[in-house]
């Protein structure tokens, strides 16, 4: 969107559980608190059912029983007569859209049937779908007048390694910038070639260049896998983020965002945690610089 929020999509690389959601939640909220007084950053939660970290982190669509109570992204895609409607989670500085409440077997029902509803034109797919998008994006930026007062400058969405394919075409090709999330090794470096293979794909065919960069999650101090070497696909940077006891804990015990304690002195005493806050920040750092350049 050359003329609305810098769009930074995170997705995974093909395998679950490599922590994009986690990831995500975490840059989010720290460059929330980055961004000037009055200015928001908006997220959306592509995940669904177990996938939906995201809005679980972030206390967004789920009750304390762990119910979902609110329609979100998934709702409004497969909604195509246009009767649904979604308005963003205020969460400090975020304003979020979650997945919604569709269960896991209506999504994975719906998203096919877009399909044939478009006479089995995946262009046409395509294109509905980042229309939708579009009209979330502009709820998330609304409600300020001027180019200065948009309520977000920025807008991350977190996109699941198990993702519907238009669906991950439509996110890729209105991304700015998308980070790819993997694990060290090299049992998982041919899921990060296939996800840069994707992106490398969408941007022919949309003919601009997306900026691309690799986080390898997880890392640990054992590990002997030169990820550079082995990856074979142009990229922008790579990011490690190393395996943290602080930030496990954080995050699946208190179902906290680890980086909130970054200038605390007893989480700080892990150096993971510290080079994991550190690769977390330079995440942020990437964005930010993308929304200098375009908003000034």
């Known amino acids: 969107m050359e003329n609305g929020p810098v769009i930074a999509l995170f997705m995974g690389s093909g395998k679950g559980g490599v922590g994009s959601s986690t990831i995500t939640a975490n840059v989010a909220w720290l460059t929330s608190q980055r961004m000037p007084a009055g200015e928001d950053v908006g997220v959306i939660d592509a995940g669904y059912g177990v996938n939906a970290t995201l809005s679980k982190l972030l206390g967004v669509g789920f009750s304390d029983g762990g119910m979902c109570v609110s329609t979100g992204l998934y709702d409004y895609i497969l909604d195509v007569k246009g009767g649904t409607q979604v308005s963003p989670v205020q969460r400090e500085k975020l304003r979020v859209i979650g997945p919604g409440c569709l269960n896991i077997d209506a999504i994975n029902w719906g998203l096919p049937e877009l399909v044939a509803a478009f006479n089995k034109n995946p262009d046409a797919v395509v294109k509905y779908i980042q229309d939708r998008v579009v009209r979330l994006i502009t709820m998330l930026q609304e409600s300020k007048e001027g180019k200065q007062g948009l309520r977000v400058r920025v807008v991350l969405i977190d996109l699941p390694s198990s993702a519907f394919r238009p669906l991950a075409w439509s996110l890729i090709s209105l991304a700015d910038i998308v980070f790819i999330i993997g694990e060290w090794g090299d049992v998982h470096v041919h899921e990060v070639n296939d ?37 074979t696909h142009t990229y922008d940077g790579l990011i490690t983020l190393p395996y943290s006891r602080v930030v496990h804990a954080l995050t699946s015990l208190r179902r906290d965002l680890a980086i909130r304690y970054a200038g605390d002195m007893q989480a700080r005493r892990e150096v993971e945690y510290r080079e994991w806050s550190d690769g977390v920040r330079k995440v942020s750092d990437i964005i930010l610089e993308l929304v200098r350049r375009r908003w000034g």
């Open 195 to 231: 996800a840069l293979s994707l992106v490398e794909g969408v941007a022919k065919i949309v003919k601009r260049r997306i900026a691309t960069y690799v986080i390898i999650n997880k890392a640990l101090p054992i590990s002997d896998s030169d990820m550079r070497r082995l990856i």
